[in-house]
């Protein structure tokens, strides 16, 4: 089966690229199109999409309130959504994550990671544009009001290996193979992990491993 996508986008010429992109993998299928927030809301609830793309300032209602509505923490069954900007302003990432997005990504980060996020949020994963993880890094690892006290949270060395494996920015497929551990193993511990951080996806793992300088 294709990887269903809803593009949320106020942008024809946004909606339409992305399509075309989209659609010449064979893996994912276009199902969808969204002109503002409240649309993006309500098709994704009708259709429930794999990964729902979404834009930022849209009219109606905002892709950070939009994305909350479908990925928040309130949100009994969340959708995967994957915020897909041309702002690249530190408040949008960190609002866009902290409602749910499994990723963050620009819109001239270009076809071949536009089509890697969607695999990604697919299968559970996370990606974050390169220039907007370094900075995430530099930002949670240096800023005094961002740090947190580490908590007494009871990791297993193996687990707190995969916690930083994650906060890199690695799929399960790459910490399978640096760890050698199987697949299934790696998806365990990160299960595992989130259930002791309260964690609801990956990235939440990889902002509470940089929240607390577990990074450098």
Same mark, same amino acid.
């Given at each position: 089966?294709?990887?269903?996508?809803?593009?949320?986008?106020?942008?024809?010429? $946004?909606?339409?690229?992305?399509?075309?992109?989209?659609?010449?993998? &064979?893996?994912? @299928?276009?199902?969808?199109?969204?002109?503002? *927030?409240?649309?993006?809301?309500?098709?994704?609830?009708?259709?429930? &999409?794999?990964? +729902?793309?979404?834009?930022?300032?849209?009219?109606?209602?905002? *892709?950070?309130?939009?994305?909350?509505?479908?990925?928040?923490? +309130?949100?009994?069954?969340?959708?995967?959504?994957?915020?897909?900007?041309?702002?690249? $302003?530190?408040?949008?990432?960190?609002?866009?994550?902290?409602?749910?997005?499994?990723?963050?990504?620009?819109?001239?980060?270009?076809?071949?990671?536009?089509?890697?996020?969607?695999?990604?949020?697919?299968?559970?994963?996370?990606?974050?544009? &390169?220039?907007?993880?370094?900075?995430?890094?530099?930002?949670?690892?240096?800023?005094?009001?961002?740090?947190?006290?580490?908590?007494?949270?009871?990791?297993?060395?193996?687990?707190?290996?995969?916690?930083?494996?994650?906060?890199?920015?690695?799929?399960?497929? @790459?910490?399978?193979?640096?760890?050698?551990?199987?697949?299934?193993?790696?998806?365990?511990?990160?299960?595992?992990?989130?259930?002791?951080?309260?964690?609801?996806?990956?990235?939440?793992?990889?902002?509470?491993?940089?929240?607390?300088?577990?990074?450098?």
């Amino acid at each position: 089966m294709p990887i269903r996508v809803l593009i949320a986008d106020d942008q024809t010429l $946004v909606r339409t690229g992305f399509r075309l992109i989209l659609n010449a993998d &064979p893996e994912i @299928e276009v199902i969808s199109e969204a002109a503002d *927030g409240e649309s993006a809301v309500r098709l994704a609830q009708r259709f429930r &999409p794999d990964v +729902t793309l979404m834009d930022i300032r849209m009219p109606k209602l905002d *892709g950070i309130r939009a994305t909350e509505l479908l990925a928040g923490p +309130t949100v009994a069954d969340p959708l995967r959504v994957v915020v897909v900007t041309t702002y690249d $302003v530190d408040e949008n990432v960190y609002a866009a994550l902290l409602a749910g997005a499994c990723g963050f990504l620009l819109k001239d980060a270009g076809p071949r990671l536009l089509v890697e996020a969607v695999h990604a949020a697919a299968k559970g994963e996370s990606m974050v544009s &390169p220039s907007v993880t370094v900075r995430l890094l530099a930002h949670f690892t240096s800023d005094p009001n961002r740090s947190l006290v580490r908590p007494d949270v009871p990791l297993t060395s193996r687990e707190l290996d995969v916690v930083l494996a994650v906060a890199r920015g690695r799929t399960n497929a @790459e910490i399978s193979a640096e760890l050698r551990i199987s697949l299934s193993t790696v998806k365990t511990h990160l299960a595992s992990v989130q259930g002791k951080l309260e964690a609801r996806n990956r990235t939440e793992i990889a902002i509470w491993a940089w929240r607390n300088r577990l990074l450098t």
